[in-house]
């Protein structure tokens, strides 16, 4: 056995430990995002504690502005309850252990992450009772007044957030924005609080005591104070405080009374609280929510963030700008110009053009369209005046030059028609004088031919007359005309022609006189295209039997005439188009005669058609509308 001393190494135990510290940082590494997220899903506990109710203006409206904005902003889900402080609404708020002790066993063993107090009755419960309920869970006092927080009491985990009442300032408005007043009627209650806040307000105002006379109405039930503010003098406004209780002892809701004194005031209210703004006060330097809200939430987020109490510190807030009510300031004519620079003025009442800004700017544009429209239609209108009397002058023009060759087509029977006449006088002329010459002449004779020349000369006169009727150019005039008469002196001023033709033409005239609405010379321009078309028909007929009959007649409402031939009639292609411009069947015709008929008759609201006759030769129709008075006095008769 060898004398050998074998020495076992000495191992380290230093690996081993450090393996075992990078072992529980990863495990811890990888526990943290779970319990950090196990930590935000966990819901916060928050005791909203109310001094005066849920529904009790105007800590109500602050405490509902809170609970939505941190609703909206909290990372974490919220469990928030909500208590009321109902001690402070009576006059004798009588003991508070039983709700101390229910609140005790509500939250034992469980406190609430954070207390938010609204008012200044539930922060000094708050302060009061924090050792015993919550001596750990932070606080935030909120919509405390300045004065009413007991600094004594504060610890390191108590937020305040404060607002002061510059009651100065609340009145000095009242008398910037009615300079003439010299009473103020101060509406506040009984309770505890109110009386408090009753000495505040005469300490204050001590420097306007020459210029103000202050009535109380703290020592009144509500029902008188509603009589007496009926009934104020003049320049006398009402200054809402705070009205919990009356000096009855009865419990009023705040919105409520003011909305109650609001209806039967005489003079206006001024109030400092924005929750008691629209609608009842007039308005000027009043506490905003939103400001008090935005900086509640901000202290209560950043103590549920893990932020020490103790380092959040707020100003008490002061009023904000004035605001006033567009409605109360119409209603007491109070002048805008009374209001203190940068007042901003609500409730406005929009004008015409902001209320029916869309509607007005509809009708604005359909205004323009239809005057557009309407100046468009008056143009067109007019164009349309100026055309129809540029084509009444250029048909006047060119039926005056179509009589003027119908004229030159009865040259032969107008020549004819003046030589009997002349050639009777002169025969009669010669005998007279051949008379005249004898010794002893015979006067009788004389008379007679003295007689026959008149006569002739009358005829020829007459052949005259009527071709210068026919051949005068004048404008379109609208007139009563007698059909029998007009149509009988075209037909005997054609006579001769159609006589000198061997075409026999007749006239059968209406049993009763026919009266229409036109142009007497355009008519017989009408009547006269139509016979000497017909008698440039007939002319085409190679037998004995050529006539051309002419009638008058009434149809229901209408005067008819017609015009019948015994030509060859009319091709039935042609019948369609023998009223257009430029057709003609005669080689050397112009085809304007057709088209000036139904032009004419047209612009007498008439109808003129063509069509043949079974027994041969073609028959033309115009139809005019008798006169109204015309038509009547005939059915009657």
Not at 263 to 280: D, K, L, M, T
Not at 324 to 341: A, T, V
Not at 396 to 412: K, Q, V, W
Not at 436 to 459: C, G, T, V
Request: include cysteine.
């Amino acid at each position: 056995m060898s004398g050998r001393i074998f020495t076992a190494p000495i191992k380290s135990s230093w690996p081993i430990t450090a393996a075992r510290l990078i072992l529980c940082l990863l495990v811890w590494g990888a526990l943290r995002p779970a319990a950090l997220a196990a930590e935000r899903n966990e819901p916060k506990r928050v005791l909203l504690l109310h001094s005066f109710g849920r529904d009790f203006r105007p800590w109500s409206e602050y405490a509902r502005s809170i609970k939505a904005e941190l609703e909206r902003r909290s990372p974490w889900p919220l469990d928030i309850q909500e208590h009321t402080l109902l001690t402070a609404r009576f006059n004798d708020p009588g003991p508070e252990a039983p709700f101390v002790n229910y609140l005790g066993s509500l939250y034992q063993g469980a406190p609430p992450d954070i207390v938010l107090s609204i008012g200044a009755p539930a922060a000094r419960f708050v302060q009061g009772y924090r050792a015993k309920l919550f001596p750990k869970t932070p606080a935030v006092l909120s919509v405390v007044e300045q004065r009413l927080v007991n600094g004594l009491d504060l610890t390191d985990n108590d937020v305040v957030v404060a607002v002061r009442n510059d009651f100065m300032a609340a009145f000095g408005n009242i008398l910037q924005v009615l300079p003439d007043t010299k009473t103020v009627a101060v509406v506040v209650g009984a309770s505890p609080l109110e009386k408090f806040w009753i000495d505040e307000v005469k300490r204050e105002l001590k420097p306007l005591a020459g210029r103000l006379d202050l009535i109380w109405y703290s020592d009144l039930p509500f029902e008188e104070i509603l009589k007496s503010a009926s009934t104020l003098p003049p320049h006398t406004v009402l200054f809402w405080g705070l009205m919990s209780v009356d000096a009855a002892g009865i419990v009023h809701e705040g919105d409520i009374a003011l909305r109650s004194l609001h209806a039967v005031a005489n003079a206006p209210i001024f109030s400092y609280q924005e929750p008691f703004f629209g609608g009842s006060s007039v308005g000027g330097p009043m506490h905003s929510v939103g400001e008090t809200s935005s900086k509640t939430i901000d202290a209560a987020i950043r103590i549920l963030h893990g932020e020490k109490p103790a380092h959040i510190k707020y100003e008490p807030i002061e009023f904000g700008p004035p605001k006033y009510d567009w409605r109360e300031i119409q209603r007491w004519g109070i002048s805008e110009s009374n209001l203190p620079p940068g007042s901003e003025v609500l409730f406005r009442e929009p004008r015409l053009w902001e209320r029916y800004r869309w509607q007005i700017a509809m009708i604005a544009a359909v205004f323009l369209v239809q005057g557009g429209l309407i100046s468009g239609l008056l143009h067109e209108r007019r164009r349309r005046r100026l055309a129809d009397v540029e084509s009444r002058q250029r048909l006047a023009e060119l039926a005056h030059l179509s009589r003027y060759a119908a004229a030159g087509e009865m040259t032969t029977s107008i020549a004819h028609e003046l030589n009997q006449p002349l050639g009777s006088i002169l025969t009669n002329a010669e005998t007279a004088e051949l008379m005249l010459k004898s010794a002893s002449p015979n006067l009788d004779e004389l008379r007679a031919i003295l007689a026959d020349i008149r006569r002739d000369d009358q005829r020829a006169s007459e052949v005259i007359r009527r071709l210068r009727s026919m051949l005068k150019k004048t404008p379109f005039e609208v007139r009563d005309v007698q059909l029998n008469s007009t149509i009988r002196e075209v037909v005997g001023f054609v006579a001769d022609l159609a006589q000198g033709r061997g075409v026999v033409l007749s006239y059968a005239p209406a049993a009763s006189e026919l009266y229409v609405r036109g142009d007497p010379i355009h008519l017989q321009q009408v009547l006269l295209n139509l016979i000497i078309n017909a008698l440039d028909a007939t002319a085409e007929v190679q037998t004995s039997k050529r006539e051309i009959s002419v009638a008058l007649s009434r149809t229901g409402s209408y005067a008819e005439v017609t015009v019948r031939d015994t030509g060859p009639g009319i091709r039935a292609d042609d019948l369609k188009t023998i009223f257009n411009p430029f057709f003609t069947t005669k080689p050397q015709g112009m085809g304007m005669g057709m088209a000036i008929v139904r032009t004419i008759v047209e612009a007498h609201h008439g109808t003129v058609s063509a069509e043949n006759l079974p027994s041969g030769g073609a028959v033309f129709t115009v139809k005019l509308p008798i006169l109204r008075s015309t038509f009547a006095l005939q059915q009657g008769g």
